[in-house]
């Protein structure tokens, strides 16, 4: 080989024509080399790139995930890559007719009627979850089981579809151990979950803000941690938004933790304190999108643990709803570099659409791009607590990201099963990058440990519980729905992941496909359950009734009790 560069350098110097032809002579030469007899045939057909092979005919290969553990504090993200996604379509029936699923039963949320029982007559009731320890237990308090929901009133003016602007933390509480059925659609039982109010006094979560100037001030989803005694800590998300006239401020969003106390007698639960908040997290601009890079950044749905299968790790974590931090696109790259964010415009990887090498139903990162793919860039994120009382947190590396693939996943949490780590997310059709699709419902990830190379769960697809819909046919919108939909496609959404792997959620939009007249939620979805094994899951279709358990069946699996109130004073505290 020396000599053959000494040949070219001198060839270089008589001209093009004389480099072509040592070209010619050498490389000719190569091609007839043979081979040393003693050479091992096997070293040579291992130093050969394998061929391809398809593991089903017209599609694209899943990313292969190892499911391999790193350190907590690495730098490694797994990724919900473009091919794993594509394994949706594959699974999807191409020929299934107008209004029906197309999607796998096994993987796929029973139907409810539209005719359901209404949680309150007071408010709207979205994403709920419970009242939990370090592991996730859910806890009864002093005989009654409570849960925190996301509650917009009903009779203030405001349609179903503003409520997110209009959201606040309220509480229910009923009898520890109810059991209802989903049978009688409308006359069945609401869960017999009695509205408590508002955890946080009036005007208490709006103080963190700089700019006070806000045209609304929101709490959105999180989760409530009963620590010692009767301390509670609830940890979620404040929101303020911009949208006076003239006034294109970007929303600005805040993980924070509040603390208070429950107290619970023969009457019911209520709380005092949730006065004092602590603001927790705003997007860094280094691993996590901040509202510079982009105004329509998603940040919020904080979910506390502790990691159940290291249990010398006394460590406090939080997983949340984040978008990896890149600036949207190259108009966002100056305000991001002066407020110190990354200025790097957004972009496509090869790593982001995860095809194997050879693979020829593999998308180009160069078509990916110019079809808009890189303005979804949806991550999970990690934090963890670096004192005692859980209000200072640093920042980890996110655990997933989904770059190019979708924008949104939204209250991720942490699932402990047989000494693995399921990530458990949910998502919408609408906010999927372009050439991908996959239902509204729960997304799955199994690993072997809390960061992991996180295998999407069932055929590589990432589907654990989806609404009932037909991929063939456009998606529509939960209050104008496609003609050819199933009318089931918007039913259900915010699932959460409960012990035992029941799964509850609330009732967003049945229906109003061939009238344009959907009947909308706001209430306590049936509860379902997954029969979760390995990299695997499937819909339980023998639970309760054809596969629905009771409207807001949201079951403690552990007690605590305190003795009771020991207050003189019941007073509800928020201004009321």
């Given at each position: 080989m020396t000599r053959i560069l000494r040949?070219?350098?001198?060839?270089?110097?008589?001209?093009?024509?004389?480099?072509?032809?040592?070209?010619?002579?050498t490389t000719s030469a190569v091609a007839v080399a043979a081979p040393p007899d003693d050479a091992d045939p096997q070293a040579q057909e291992?130093?050969?790139?394998?061929?391809?092979?398809?593991?089903?005919?017209?599609?694209?290969?899943a990313t292969q995930h190892s499911q391999a553990a790193y350190p907590v504090d690495s730098e490694f993200t797994a990724?919900?890559?473009?091919?794993?996604?594509?394994?949706?379509?594959?699974?999807?029936?191409?020929?299934?007719?107008?209004?029906?699923?197309?999607?796998?039963?096994?993987?796929t949320m029973p139907n409810i009627d539209n005719g359901f029982p209404t949680t309150s007559e007071d408010v709207w009731v979205w994403d709920t979850w419970t009242l939990t320890d370090a592991a996730a237990n859910q806890i009864s308090y002093n005989g009654w089981e409570v849960i925190?929901?996301?509650?917009?009133?009903?009779?203030?003016?405001?349609?179903?579809?503003?409520?997110?602007?209009?959201?606040?933390?309220?509480?229910?509480y009923r009898k520890a151990g109810t059991e209802t059925s989903a049978e009688g659609g409308a006359s069945a039982s609401n869960g017999e979950w009695i509205y408590g109010g508002h955890v946080f006094p009036d005007g208490a979560t709006g103080a963190i803000f700089?700019?006070?100037?806000?045209?609304?001030?929101?709490?959105?989803?999180?989760?409530?941690?009963?620590?010692?005694?009767?301390?509670?800590?609830?940890?979620f998300t404040s929101v303020a938004f911009y949208r006076d006239a003239g006034n294109e401020k970007a929303a600005d969003p805040h993980i924070v933790q509040s603390e208070g106390r429950i107290y619970a007698d023969d009457n019911g639960v209520w709380f005092t304190g949730f006065r004092d908040q602590h603001d927790l997290l705003v997007p860094d601009g280094h691993y996590y999108q901040s509202n510079v890079q982009n105004p329509y950044v998603n940040f919020r749905d904080p979910f506390t643990f502790r990691d159940q299968n290291n249990t010398s790790d006394t460590t406090d974590y939080m997983v949340f709803e984040g978008n990896s931090a890149y600036a949207r696109d190259a108009s966002f790259s100056e305000a991001a570099a002066a407020a110190g964010h990354n200025s790097t415009p957004a972009t496509c990887t090869e790593a982001?659409?995860?095809?194997?090498?050879?693979?020829?139903?593999?998308?180009?990162?160069?078509?990916?791009?110019?079809?808009?793919?890189?303005?979804?860039?949806?991550?999970?994120g990690l934090a963890r607590a670096t004192n005692k009382a859980m209000t200072s947190w640093e920042y980890l590396p996110p655990l997933l990201s989904g770059n190019c693939v979708n924008d949104q996943t939204e209250r991720p949490q942490i699932y402990f099963q047989d000494g693995k780590y399921y990530l458990f997310t949910i998502s919408h059709r609408s906010t999927y990058a372009s050439g991908m699709d996959g239902p509204e419902g729960v997304y799955g990830f199994v690993g072997n440990g809390l960061r992991s190379d996180y295998q999407p769960m069932n055929q590589s697809t990432g589907i654990a519980l989806g609404n009932e819909v037909n991929l063939n046919y456009n998606a529509g919108t939960p209050y104008e729905p496609d003609w050819n939909q199933s009318p089931y496609e918007f039913q259900s959404y915010s699932h959460y992941v409960m012990p035992g792997g029941l799964v509850e959620s609330f009732i967003d939009s049945i229906g109003g496909n061939h009238d344009n007249n959907p009947t909308r939620g706001g209430s306590l979805a049936p509860t379902v359950k997954l029969n979760i094994s390995g990299e695997n899951s499937t819909v339980d279709r023998a639970y309760g009734h054809n596969g629905l358990g009771g409207f807001g069946h949201i079951p403690a699996n552990t007690a605590r009790s305190n003795g009771g109130d020991v207050r003189t004073d019941r007073t509800y505290w928020t201004g009321k």
């Open positions: 040949t070219l350098r001198r060839a270089r110097r008589r001209g093009a024509a004389a480099v072509l032809a040592v070209l010619l002579t291992a130093a050969q790139p394998a061929a391809f092979t398809p593991d089903n005919s017209g599609w694209p290969n990724k919900w890559t473009r091919a794993d996604a594509m394994q949706i379509k594959r699974i999807s029936d191409p020929q299934a007719p107008s209004g029906s699923s197309s999607l796998p039963q096994d993987y925190f929901a996301l509650v917009a009133d009903r009779h203030a003016g405001y349609t179903f579809d503003d409520r997110h602007t209009n959201a606040r933390l309220g509480y229910f700089d700019d006070q100037g806000y045209s609304h001030q929101t709490e959105w989803s999180g989760s409530t941690r009963l620590m010692e005694g009767n301390k509670l800590r609830t940890f982001d659409l995860g095809y194997q090498d050879g693979d020829p139903q593999a998308e180009t990162v160069d078509a990916v791009n110019e079809a808009g793919g890189y303005y979804q860039l949806a991550n999970v």
